[in-house]
């Protein structure tokens, strides 16, 4: 019985498992979606390409992404 208790068991804890995998990976898409949802409003705001030039510029003078 120890045996089938102890499967039993793991069964349980795998499936749980398995459901917050579940979750974890469509929080993840959400958060993507959210992201690219995000830049491409930003992309709409005015200013965005100058902006983005002078990103680009310190990334190169610093060797970095600065923030």
Known sequence: MGVQKNISSLKVNT????????????????????????LNLLKLMPGYEEALSEMKKSVEEDGHQGA
Do not use: M, P, S, Y
């Not at 749980?16 to 949802?37: D, F, M, P, S, Y």
């Open 15 to 38: 499936e749980a498992l398995t459901e917050n995998l579940k979750k974890l990976i469509l929080e993840e898409q959400q958060t993507r979606e959210l992201a690219v949802g995000t």
